[in-house]
C-alpha cells in the first residue's frame, strides 16, 4: 500500500500517523488558570527534544468546534506548564483527564488527583506521578492556524524516590511501568522487554 501525503485528508493522514507511529509517550500536562483552576489534559504527540537545555515539545490542537483548549490559553496567560508521565496505576485517570471538562472545572479536583507544589513555577503538579518536569515556555509554534507545537524548558525535575538510583543516575526499571499511547483509545504496557548486547558495528 503507497499513498501520497497530498492525496490525503488531513484526517486520513492523522489515521495512518497515529496507527504505525507508536507506542507513543503520553505528556500528562497541568496547566493554572486565570481564577486558579488546575487544569490536567493529555497529550500523545510528544517527546523529549535535547538535555542542554533539556526541552520537550507537545502538540495542541484545536478543539472540534474551533475552541482553543484550556491548556493553551494557560499556557500562553502563565508560560509555565507541568509534563508528567503517566504509570500503569494513573493510566485510567490520565485517560479520563482527556474528556470535554469547562474551563472553570479542574480535572484534578473532579477526579480526587492529588495536587503537590512545584519547586519553580506556580503551576501545581500530580503528586502521584512517577516522573514530572517542571517547564516554561522556550517557544510556541502555530502551525497551519489549528495546531501548536509547544517547547518547554524543563526547570526541575521530580521522580517517585522508589523509581531512582541516584548513585548510578538510573531507573530501576523492574519498578517503573509507564504507559503508552496506542490509537483511539487504546494504551500499552512496557513489561514486555527485550535487551541486547552493545551494537558492535563494522570494522
Not at 507506542?23 to 490536567?40: D, L, M, Q, S, Y
Not at 509534563?83 to 496505576?89: A, L
Amino acid at each position: 500500500m503507497e499513498y501520497l501525503s497530498t492525496d490525503l485528508s488531513p484526517r486520513e493522514r492523522y489515521k495512518i500517523l497515529t496507527s504505525f507511529v507508536l507506542p507513543r509517550p503520553i505528556a500528562w500536562v497541568t496547566t493554572k488558570g486565570e481564577t486558579g483552576v488546575v487544569n490536567a489534559a493529555p497529550f500523545s504527540f510528544f517527546n523529549v527534544l535535547g538535555e542542554d537545555p533539556p526541552l520537550c515539545v507537545f502538540a495542541i490542537n484545536l478543539r472540534p468546534d474551533g475552541r482553543v483548549k484550556d491548556t493553551l490559553v494557560n499556557i500562553r496567560r502563565s508560560g509555565e506548564f507541568v509534563v508528567h508521565i503517566t504509570d500503569e496505576p494513573l493510566a485510567r485517570a490520565m485517560h479520563e483527564t482527556g474528556g470535554d471538562f469547562p474551563p472553570e472545572i479542574g480535572e484534578p479536583d473532579h477526579l480526587g488527583l492529588k495536587l503537590a507544589p512545584s519547586r519553580t513555577i506556580g503551576v501545581p503538579r500530580l503528586a502521584d506521578a512517577p516522573f514530572a518536569m517542571e517547564c516554561k515556555i522556550w517557544q510556541l509554534i502555530d502551525v497551519n492556524g489549528d495546531r501548536v507545537l509547544v517547547l518547554g524548558e524543563g526547570l526541575t525535575f521530580h521522580i517517585r524516590d522508589e523509581l531512582w538510583d541516584s548513585e548510578k543516575m538510573r531507573v530501576e526499571m523492574e519498578l517503573f511501568h509507564p504507559v503508552g499511547r496506542m490509537f483511539a483509545d487504546r494504551y500499552c504496557r512496557t513489561n514486555d522487554r527485550m535487551d541486547f548486547p552493545p551494537a558492535k558495528g563494522a570494522g
